[in-house]
Every structure is written in structure tokens, then in C-alpha cells.
């Protein structure tokens, strides 16, 4: 079965520091999507992405955060100065036009 | 988007059938209602989803009545690896590039 992975699976970092978050999404999808997990609280959205640009993005998704898809495959999420509040899970997930998402395995960043 | 109200968390023995109910009273006529699984550590993984009546996969069911306001995730014969936290979603159709809104979710421990 098709999935979509990440890396790294953990990240640790200093504050202030940039930080890229890899994610390789199902082969044939067109949709994708960052989300992050504080520990201890929700699943909160962060950006979509669609057709080589951003489709939506939430409050969280500011100056700091940028994503690219740098080629055929990757999708990635940039965070140019991390901040102590950056520490979460963040998972990629990627959805076809009419499919739900599918997310992968999420990679732990803690900021210290 | 739909407010969605759920049990914080349930318990259930091993073997038992666990039935999860989730209220979303002003739920839109084009809304679909999703279930999502996330295990520790984990990003989520999709169950199932419905618009009315029932609909059973190999994993789960999940029933909806009539007026929508609400639904029922049903788990037959639980194990111990199904001990996870469910979230239900609602929102329009399969999502497509709508981003998910997760809320606090169900956490089910089964014991032995």
C-alpha cells in the first residue's frame, strides 16, 4: 500500500535556528497538506498546496514557514528561525481530488 | 465547519464491541462525516466516512440517522492495538484540498 514518508522522524535544534522538514507524498496525489501536534493537544492545520502554490494556510503559517516542492517527488516545510513554541509533531499527509488524506508518520521537532 | 462534540475518553475489555458517539447538531447538508485514528506517535489514519445511513468497511462502522445530528462509530471486537484516540470529523464531501479540523477526539483504552 502507497504511503507517504518522512524525514527526518526527529529533529532537534536550537532556538533561532532553520529547520526543513522533508515529505515524500503518495506518487499519484495532487493534494498536500502540513499539520502539526503540539504534544498533548489537537492535530492543527497549517498549509495546503496545490498546483505549485499554497491553496490555504492557517494563523500558525506565518513569515517564519514556508513550504516548496522542490521537485517531482519532495514536499517541504521551512521554518527560518525556530522558536521554543515551534516544538510539535509535524505530519504531511496528500490527497488525491476526491480522496481523503493520507498522512505520514510525522517528524518530531523539538527546539531547545 | 461543523462543531463536533465527543467523549473525551472510554475504556473497553478486549474482545468487546466499542461504540463511539459523536454529535454535530448543525451539521450542513453537504457535510460528510469522517473517522480518524491516531495512534501514539503516530500520525492519523482514516477509518471511515459517511454521509447517512450506514456504511461498513473491513476496519469499522459507522451508523447515522436520519436528521445527521449525530453518529456512531461502532468497533467490533476491539484488541488491545486498537487502543488509540478517534476523532470525527465533519465537513464537506471527501476532502479534496479542504483542510481537516481536528477537535479533541475519543481516547479508547481497551484492557486485557
Known amino acids: 500500500e502507497p504511503e507517504v514518508t518522512q524525514t527526518p522522524s526527529h529533529q532537534v535544534t536550537q532556538m533561532g535556528q532553520e529547520v526543513i522538514l522533508r515529505c515524500v507524498p503518495i506518487?499519484?496525489?495532487?493534494?498536500f497538506y502540513w499539520y502539526r501536534q503540539i504534544l498533548g493537544q489537537k492535530v492543527e492545520f497549517l498549509v495546503s498546496?496545490?498546483?505549485?502554490?499554497?491553496?490555504?494556510k492557517s494563523e500558525i503559517f506565518d513569515d517564519q514557514f514556508s513550504v516548496e516542492r522542490p521537485d517531482g517527488s519532495n514536499f517541504t516545510l521551512k521554518i527560518r528561525s525556530t522558536k521554543l513554541e515551534d516544538s510539535a509533531m509535524y505530519f504531511c499527509?496528500?490527497?488525491?481530488?476526491?480522496?481523503?488524506?493520507?498522512f505520514g508518520p510525522g517528524t518530531r521537532l523539538l527546539v531547545l | 465547519l461543523a462543531k463536533t462534540t465527543q467523549p473525551i475518553s472510554m475504556d473497553s475489555y478486549e474482545g468487546q464491541e466499542v461504540n463511539i458517539t459523536c454529535s454535530h447538531n448543525?451539521?450542513?447538508?453537504?457535510?460528510?462525516i469522517t473517522w480518524y485514528q491516531q495512534f501514539p506517535s503516530q500520525g492519523p489514519r482514516f477509518i471511515i466516512q459517511?454521509?447517512?445511513t450506514k456504511v461498513t468497511n473491513e476496519v469499522a462502522s459507522l451508523f447515522i440517522p436520519a436528521d445527521r445530528k449525530s453518529s456512531t462509530l461502532s468497533l467490533p471486537r476491539v484488541s488491545l492495538s486498537d487502543t488509540a484516540v478517534y476523532y470525527c470529523?465533519?465537513?464537506?464531501?471527501?476532502?479534496?484540498?479542504?483542510?481537516?479540523?481536528f477537535g479533541k477526539g475519543t481516547r479508547l483504552s481497551v484492557i486485557a
Open positions: 499527509a496528500s490527497s488525491d481530488v476526491q480522496e481523503t488524506q493520507y
Open positions: 506518487s499519484n496525489h495532487l493534494y
Open positions: 498546496f496545490y498546483n505549485n502554490e499554497i491553496s490555504e
Open positions: 448543525n451539521i450542513a447538508t453537504n457535510d460528510y
Open positions: 459517511g454521509y447517512k
Open positions: 470529523l465533519v465537513g464537506p464531501g471527501m476532502s479534496g484540498n479542504t483542510p481537516l479540523v
